[in-house]
């Protein structure tokens, strides 16, 4: 595990270990749960508590994706291009962008872990929409809405743009369309699937406690 890795697990076991004492995010989750989205499914029972456990696996889960998608591409020989913008997710972690010192502690964190979470998830549409597959096999698209009305609008929407300035200025740079490891890797996908990385890195594939249900009443988290 890298050294930056490292640095940011501690942040969040530190961020976890205050909010245990403070209770600071749980108080400001116990006020969003009435005006969250009809879609965000929560238990009947302690459903703060429910929300409180899924957002710190939110935040956990960036370093694991970190670093299963480095060694997923070091192992490809691409990952010269991808620790270019897995730089920048752990960036917004050890050099955040001013516009988050407005919170502390695990809220901060979940505000550091959005960022993250939407830089990977914008990065893997780019890559579908070219390629027709992910970079790699994970989705938390239903997690990064969730994640989005908690820390609520405009603030979220103002997260969105720092991650869509740092999409273009990274897909505007980069060839790796063209390299021809990155087209074998594209490939070798094609035609075997995910299922031995998903073996390797069960965190790509596991499902986080709190879900969406887009049913009749519910069109969409957009409304």
Same mark, same amino acid.
């Given at each position: 595990?890298?050294?930056?890795?490292?640095?940011?697990?501690?942040?969040?076991?530190?961020?976890?270990?205050?909010?245990?004492?403070?209770?600071?995010?749980?108080? &400001?989750?116990?006020?969003? %749960? !009435?005006?969250?989205?009809? *879609? @965000? $499914?929560?238990?009947? #029972?302690? /459903?703060?508590?429910?929300?409180?456990?899924?957002?710190? &696996?939110?935040?956990?889960? %960036? !370093?694991?994706?970190?670093? *299963? @998608? $480095?060694?997923?591409? #070091?192992? /490809?020989?691409?990952?010269?291009?991808?620790?270019?913008?897995?730089?920048?997710?752990?960036?917004?972690?050890?050099?955040?962008?001013?516009?988050?010192?407005?919170?502390?502690?695990?809220?901060?964190?979940?505000?550091?872990?959005?960022?993250?979470?939407?830089?990977?998830?914008?990065?893997?549409?780019?890559?579908?929409?070219?390629?027709?597959?992910?970079?790699?096999?994970?989705?938390?698209?239903?997690?990064?809405?969730?994640?989005?009305?908690?820390?609520?609008?405009?603030?979220?929407?103002?997260?969105?743009?720092?991650?869509?300035?740092?999409?273009?200025?990274?897909?505007?740079?980069?060839?790796?369309?063209?390299?021809?490891?990155?087209?074998?890797?594209?490939?070798?996908?094609?035609?075997?699937?995910?299922?031995?990385?998903?073996?390797?890195?069960?965190?790509?594939?596991?499902?986080?406690?709190?879900?969406?249900?887009?049913?009749?009443?519910?069109?969409?988290?957009?409304?």
């Amino acid at each position: 595990m890298s050294n930056q890795l490292t640095t940011i697990r501690e942040a969040i076991a530190v961020a976890s270990a205050q909010e245990r004492s403070s209770g600071q995010l749980a108080k &400001s989750l116990r006020t969003a %749960v !009435p005006h969250l989205h009809s *879609a @965000i $499914e929560l238990p009947g #029972e302690d /459903a703060v508590n429910a929300l409180l456990r899924f957002v710190v &696996s939110y935040i956990e889960r %960036v !370093p694991d994706f970190i670093n *299963a @998608i $480095e060694t997923l591409t #070091e192992e /490809a020989g691409i990952n010269t291009y991808t620790r270019t913008f897995l730089s920048i997710a752990e960036d917004y972690f050890l050099k955040p962008p001013d516009l988050i010192a407005q919170h502390n502690g695990l809220a901060a964190m979940m505000d550091k872990a959005y960022l993250a979470h939407r830089l990977m998830e914008e990065v893997n549409d780019r890559f579908i929409g070219r390629c027709g597959i992910p970079l790699a096999p994970m989705d938390m698209t239903r997690s990064n809405l969730i994640v989005h009305y908690l820390i609520g609008e405009p603030f979220a929407n103002e997260l969105d743009h720092v991650v869509q300035y740092s999409v273009e200025i990274l897909m505007n740079r980069e060839k790796v369309f063209q390299d021809r490891a990155f087209l074998d890797y594209i490939e070798d996908h094609r035609e075997r699937g995910w299922s031995e990385e998903l073996a390797r890195w069960p965190c790509l594939a596991k499902d986080l406690d709190i879900t969406l249900s887009f049913n009749s009443r519910y069109p969409s988290l957009e409304s």
